[in-house]
């Protein structure tokens, strides 16, 4: 009945309450909400939120106004129509399904290395559950680092990052004060932003004389890296006149990226990962300690396709085939979504229905959550069902699966999130046994960018398996 002028429910976002939003998602297809200078139409049904999605020619993708300063205005993600498209085109060799076999290896390492901290740390703990977010955390930070740039960052390098992370996340808040003001959650924020660009430009620059002298590709940095070669030494055969035989040409001719370019488009890869990845981290940690039954039958089928050494390494293939594995990220994706709202603006009056058109520079949100929830798409959508991907039709609702959006701007990195997901699960089923502290808030949701539990930090006690 009463809003405050100007700041708006500013107030009340500072501390969202994932109930709220969903009671404003329930409350029609279309609803409004005004904060500082900002007018916010959000869209909640599945169809408007893929018509937003599907709709280029009235919306771009926005963020928070802090982001432009974090991830700077000149970023790819910022990047709109025909020149966007030419961007996105040059990184799709890096989310090949050859390049993704190439990461196995290191995110391997990765797991064996954190998971045998784990437990280091529940024995220093004498067997008592403890909360484990943080560390869910660090080890997306580590995972990511060393699939994204690989040995050229150091340990510390990636501890850091890791713990002021978070202050990032909080800067990006969809919610925030507009202006960065000395030691606001945005100046923090600004401060660690700067920190990660500065780092992976020193890696980018590492990675360039390595694999110039002839260094094999190990990471995303390095397939990028090793592209900007092959093309740029093609294009210097065509220049010298030479008829080079069409076998020979590079699969994506891409130009010359500068180390800070390089380091911003790896920064937006940790952005889209690093949240997301620890939600879904999380929430898989305590589903499978509270619903033991699943947690058995994904250990069996990677113990069957591993020949019972928890340390043999997978293919790819093998990997994909796991059902239960598979059908187990998929459910945690769905049952609880990492991205639950994606920020668009409006590039000009958007008629979004026949009766209501959005003014030009609105913020237009399509919910992702509404979809992945919708009883004609997902029988009994409020419960934990794995089997529905495996028996049932939930792989054929692809309208609904919203996880990770849809039209020109969907995630690059769907299939590498998913693999990885049930990389980490299957990994950590064999390798570990745990329980959790259960609460009557451990399947509450809190919103922090993403879903956590509500008991934000579950409290587990991991041991060996």
């Not at 699969?251 to 940790?270: A, C, G, V």
């Not at 049952?335 to 009766?355: H, N, W």
């Amino acid at each position: 009945m009463w809003k405050a002028p100007f700041i708006g429910p500013f107030l009340e976002s500072v501390n969202p309450d994932f109930k709220a939003y969903h009671a404003k998602w329930e409350s029609g297809p279309l609803s409004c909400v005004s904060v500082f200078h900002k007018f916010v139409v959000i869209a909640s049904t599945r169809d408007m939120a893929r018509k937003i999605f599907n709709s280029p020619m009235f919306v771009k993708p926005c963020v928070v106004d802090a982001a432009y300063k974090l991830l700077r205005p000149q970023n790819w993600v910022f990047l709109d129509g025909k020149a966007h498209v030419d961007y996105r085109k040059g990184l799709n060799g890096l989310f090949t399904r050859h390049a993704l076999e190439q990461y196995l290896p290191i995110q391997e390492q990765i797991y064996n290395e954190y998971f045998q901290k784990f437990v280091q740390i529940s024995k220093d703990n004498n067997g008592k559950h403890v909360p484990f977010m943080g560390e869910f955390r660090e080890l997306q930070c580590a995972l990511s680092c060393r699939t994204f740039v690989g040995q050229y960052i150091t340990e510390e390098a990636i501890k850091k990052i890791a713990d002021d992370y978070y202050l990032i996340t909080a800067a990006l808040e969809l919610v925030n004060f507009p202006i960065i003001l000395p030691f606001t959650k945005s100046w923090y924020g600004k401060k660690s932003a700067d920190m990660v660009l500065e780092e992976f430009s020193r890696c980018a620059a590492k990675a360039k004389v390595r694999v110039a002298a002839g260094g094999d590709n190990k990471c995303i940095l390095d397939f990028w890296v090793s592209a900007m070669i092959e093309s740029e030494k093609y294009r210097q055969r065509i220049a010298t006149g030479e008829n080079v035989p069409d076998t020979e040409k590079p699969s994506m001719l891409i130009r010359e990226f500068t180390d800070f370019e390089i380091s911003m488009t790896l920064f937006t890869f940790l952005f889209a990962s690093q949240d997301a990845t620890s939600s879904a981290n999380t929430w898989l940690f305590q589903i499978m300690a509270d619903r033991p039954e699943f947690l058995e039958k994904v250990r069996e089928e990677n113990l069957a396709v591993r020949n019972g050494d928890i340390h043999a390494p997978i293919s790819l293939d093998n990997l994909e085939k796991l059902p239960w594995t598979r059908a187990v990220v998929k459910e945690t994706l769905r049952y609880r979504p990492p991205v639950i709202m994606v920020p668009y603006v409006a590039k000009k009056d958007f008629p979004i229905t026949p009766e209501y058109t959005v003014p030009k520079g609105s913020m237009v949100i399509p919910t992702t959550y509404m979809a992945l929830h919708d009883p004609e798409a997902y029988h009994n959508p409020e419960s934990f069902i794995p089997e529905r991907w495996i028996t049932g039709d939930a792989d054929k609702q692809v309208k609904n699966w919203l996880v990770f959006g849809t039209g020109p701007h969907y995630c690059l990195g769907q299939v590498y999130a998913q693999d990885n997901l049930m990389l980490m699960i299957g990994k950590a089923s064999m390798m570990l046994d745990w329980d959790h502290q259960v609460t009557d808030l451990s399947e509450e949701i809190k919103v922090f960018a993403t879903l956590f539990p509500m008991v934000s930090s579950p409290a587990l006690m991991l041991r060996r398996g």
